[in-house]
């Protein structure tokens, strides 16, 4: 019997919803891991994947362990030490900026990333080499909300705090499955339904999920038709008058344009172009009207669309005219998909903005951060490359040399062969990841080996602005260094060497955290060592000077009626509800929706390795209603091709009614190496994009579906 020799707290690294891990580590080596009931965000719980993280970190089989490079992409990749692949990378940047200017190279980064490594690669590509060419994962996930917050309330700001589920008697749940993909926020909701029979849950989705089967009603609209839906309720909630005219008049503008645009269709006809009755849409309405706490839920059926920015716009739109908003058990509440997307784009980790939420068309903005790093460069005023233009200009030789920081473009993005044939042609590619199970890793000039979770320090931001810090706990394999470290020495080696002479994340941090003063997220009231102490803390957390301590935490935003708006007034917009997506036609009739099962994370480089969550859902799969697989004669268990205008995947088949009539679902997780260039979903996937918010249109790709 072994004795438990540590016990240490940290965060889970898979989802945004946060929850605190114990993780205990014996004396053997062995490691276990339990919820932490300290927790605030929860409260002891773990999903599965989160009870199975110690499985990912004792398998070591797949770790990067060494730099790796060659000299040209027939060569195999050959171990070469730190600074050997740094110097060459270093050398190649350089040329490549001097010949064709600082946009010629670029970073792809990860929502997986420290906040201490997003501010460092930020600040080295925007403050020194002179591009704002950085760009994340984030952006194929929140864009869309980061952009609707920005326009309604006036900053990224997530308003709600994980408390208010217990104080909300309506959840609106829109394209999200929190009961699969958040699950410990829909354990929440759940416990707080049981405790109060008279909660109610809508559940907006075309598929019947486990989120909708656990929902009073259900509404399985058409891909699409979100805004529609939402201007409908809208509608109801302006004629039954369940509006809140004091805080419209005091705290908002744009009521009348907005009641005009939602009273130019009937119920009725909202209904029909959703594919559902208009009781229903009315008894949603109702139900919103009479509640005393309304909690709207979403995530990447809103977010990843064509025009998601106005799906986010239409649903916010419902709390602004309601006033439920800043009070108890009230407010919007995106569900963030990455642990730490919150965190990169506090520190400015996308290609329009800086950090503590600045953006770089604003000059004044620009000179401020310019002033703080003290580089050589001007920062530029163009917003660098978004996640899939950087890869068009790869493909189109604009774009040279692409570093990318854990995450598998290969597997992610949408028109995934068009990304293959942009990285085969991009002269140089720099991968730093964990796992060689990366797809990306195949397409290298250099490989650089990162440590992972538990092997190093620093802090992460979940869906409700709590700000935890990891502690390092094991030595990382072989010679993997932390990100942040890999990206100091880096900018040693390009010349940067005084501004990048950190000693540890702590510095790197305080750095940060400067740069928040007087900001609406002001952090000046925290360091490592603090939330050391505190373990976690939401944001803002100013410093206090005149009692020299930090202010008091801020669950919720906007309780004051002032919003982050240069009026201070939340701004209710409307756009027209159509829907831009690819359409579909007599060749590709159905439109095919894509996204996660329960066990799997992402591209599967950790819970795929992990035996007890292969066995949820081991193989991917297509969802197909009955009636268009009879169309086919298609039955379940039998190889289907999915064709699509970019390419194909094949996969089994399986019938259910779960998903509506004229509408196909692909789980995204599998890759080539996981199951062959035919289990592929973005294969399929196109690459329109929101115009304002870049995140492409994952959940409606037109296809046809054909026994194999
Ligand atoms: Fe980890 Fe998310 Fe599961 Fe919590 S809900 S244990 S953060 S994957």
Redesign the pocket.
């Known amino acids: 019997m072994h004795q438990a020799t540590n016990r240490h707290k940290t965060?889970?690294?898979?989802?945004?919803?946060?929850?605190g891990?114990v993780v205990q580590q014996e004396s053997n080596g062995q490691l276990t891991v339990e919820g932490d009931k300290s927790h605030p965000s929860?409260r002891g719980?773990?999903?599965?994947?989160?009870?199975n993280?110690h499985y990912t970190v004792m398998d070591q089989s797949d770790r990067l362990l060494y730099p790796q490079m060659r000299m040209n992409r027939s060569m195999p990749l050959q171990r070469v030490s730190w600074d050997a692949a740094l110097e060459r990378t270093a050398a190649v940047f350089k040329t490549l900026v001097e010949k064709h200017g600082p946009d010629s190279v670029a970073f792809y980064v990860s929502g997986q990333c420290l906040t201490e490594e997003y501010y460092l690669v930020n600040k080295l590509i925007k403050g020194f080499i002179g591009s704002n060419n950085i760009d994340t994962n984030s952006r194929l996930c929140m864009s869309s909300a980061v952009v609707g917050y920005k326009l309604s309330l006036g900053e990224d700001a997530v308003p709600v705090c994980y408390d208010d589920i217990e104080e909300a008697d309506v959840f609106f749940v829109q394209g999200a499955n929190p009961a699969w993909c958040?699950?410990?926020?829909w354990r929440r909701i759940e416990a707080r339904k049981e405790a109060n029979p008279n909660v109610k849950i809508i559940s907006v989705d075309p598929r019947l999920t486990d989120t909708g089967r656990a929902s009073d009603l259900h509404l399985p609209i058409r891909p699409g038709t979100d805004i529609t839906l939402n201007y409908a309720i809208g509608r109801v909630l302006i004629e039954e008058k369940y509006l809140d005219e004091e805080f419209i008049i005091d705290h908002t503008d744009g009521f009348t344009e907005y009641r005009e645009q939602v009273m130019a269709r009937t119920v009725e006809e909202a209904a029909d172009l959703c594919g559902i009755t208009a009781a229903d849409i009315r008894q949603a309405a109702e139900w919103i009207g009479r509640s005393k706490g309304f909690l709207s839920l979403w995530t990447m059926g809103m977010n990843q669309s064509v025009v998601g920015v106005s799906k986010n716009l239409s649903l916010i739109n419902l709390h602004l005219i309601t006033g439920r908003i800043g009070t108890p058990g009230n407010g919007p509440f995106s569900l963030t998909g990455q642990?730490n997307a919150m965190g990169g784009r506090e520190v400015g980790g996308l290609a329009n903005i800086l950090p503590a939420h600045r953006d770089v068309t604003n000059a004044a903005h620009r000179t401020e951060m310019e002033k703080f790093w003290q580089g050589p460069v001007k920062i530029a005023e163009k917003p660098g490359l978004t996640a899939t233009e950087m890869f068009q200009a790869m493909d189109d030789d604009k774009l040279k040399a692409i570093w990318i920081i854990n995450t598998n473009p290969l597997v992610s993005m949408p028109d995934v062969n068009s990304v293959e044939r942009a990285l085969k042609k991009g002269r140089f590619v720099v991968v730093q990841d964990v796992s060689s199970r990366a797809d990306t890793v195949a397409m290298a000039d250099v490989v650089l080996p990162a440590a992972a979770w538990l092997e190093k320090e620093g802090t992460m931001t979940?869906a409700e602005r709590r700000i935890t810090y990891l502690p390092k706990i094991l030595e990382a394999p072989g010679e993997a260094l932390p990100d942040a470290e890999i990206i100091w020495r880096f900018a040693q080696k390009m010349g940067f060497g005084d501004r990048f002479n950190y000693k540890n994340a702590a510095e790197v941090y305080d750095e940060y955290v400067q740069t928040t003063t007087d900001t609406t997220l002001d952090i000046t009231g925290l360091s490592h060592e603090i939330l050391r102490r505190q373990r976690s803390v939401q944001w803002p957390q100013r410093m206090d000077a005149a009692v020299g301590k930090a202010s008091v935490a801020t669950p919720r935003l906007f309780a004051d009626r002032k919003f982050f708006t240069p009026n201070q007034r939340a701004q209710i917009r409307t756009a027209p509800d159509g829907n831009a997506s690819e359409p579909t036609d007599t060749d590709f009739p159905l439109v095919l929706t894509t996204g996660r099962v329960r066990d799997q994370?992402h591209t599967m480089t950790k819970t795929g390795r992990v035996a007890k969550l292969n066995q949820h859902i081991p193989e991917p799969f297509l969802q197909i209603n009955p009636q268009d697989a009879a169309e086919r004669d298609i039955n379940t268990g039998q190889l289907v091709t999915v064709q699509g205008r970019r390419g194909e995947v094949r996969v089994k088949a399986q019938l259910s009614d779960d998903v509506r009539q004229g509408v196909c679902f692909l789980p995204m997780h599998w890759g080539k190496i996981l199951h062959s260039t035919l289990g592929r979903t973005n294969n399929l996937t196109n690459s329109l994009v929101d115009p304002r918010s870049k995140e492409p249109d994952y959940k409606f790709t037109a296809v046809q579906v054909e026994l194999y």
Not at 182 to 185: F, G, L, R
């Open positions: 965060t889970c690294c898979y989802c945004g919803v946060g929850c891990i929860s719980m773990l999903c599965s994947k989160g009870m993280l958040h699950p410990i926020i642990p979940n994370w």
